[in-house]
């Protein structure tokens, strides 16, 4: 349930995958700038959001951001010879989110992290990508449940 103004998780990870897909093509090189990224984001400013960074969404934007060599580290380990620099930036982005919200998050499940990231190509990505997102998401969460690969809280 969401009070009025605050967007549902599902929402904030929508706002946070674009946000950060955009940081792809115009990297932010200081959180000053990331804010910016965030403030002048048409999907904060056209739908009447506050452009302070705040919730859920900023958290993922923040924690990703803060995080990305390490949530690259673990997608290269999973992602079976493709290079983090050959995967496409959609799939990159929403994988760079699920693994965030596995490592980082302990109130979101794998599974739940998994689900959303597969919920979110469907409205970002390729079909044809979502074996390949789910095979290394599905990956990722094995060595976390296996204790191959440790969370980060």
């Not at 990870?13 to 932010?28: D, E, H, K, V």
């Not at 493709?82 to 979101?108: K, P, Q, S």
Request: glycine content about 8%; hydrophobic content about 45%; proline content about 5%.
């Amino acid at each position: 349930m969401t009070t009025k103004g605050t967007p549902s998780r599902r929402a904030a990870r929508a706002l946070a995958f674009q946000i950060l897909y955009g940081l792809g093509f115009s990297p932010a090189a200081s959180v000053k700038q990331l804010r910016e990224a965030y403030a002048s984001s048409p999907d904060v400013a056209d739908k009447g959001r506050s452009p302070q960074p705040e919730g859920f969404a900023w958290e993922l934007i923040e924690g990703i951001w803060t995080e990305q060599a390490n949530i690259d580290e673990v997608i290269g380990l999973f992602s079976q010879n493709w290079r983090i620099d050959r995967i496409g930036r959609v799939e990159l982005t929403l994988l760079r989110i699920a693994v965030y919200e596995m490592l980082y998050r302990i109130d979101v499940p794998p599974k739940v992290a998994i689900n959303e990231a597969l919920e979110l190509s469907k409205q970002f990505g390729d079909a044809n990508a979502r074996g390949f997102i789910n095979g290394i998401l599905d990956a990722a969460a094995k060595a976390l449940e296996g204790g191959q690969l440790k969370p980060r809280v």
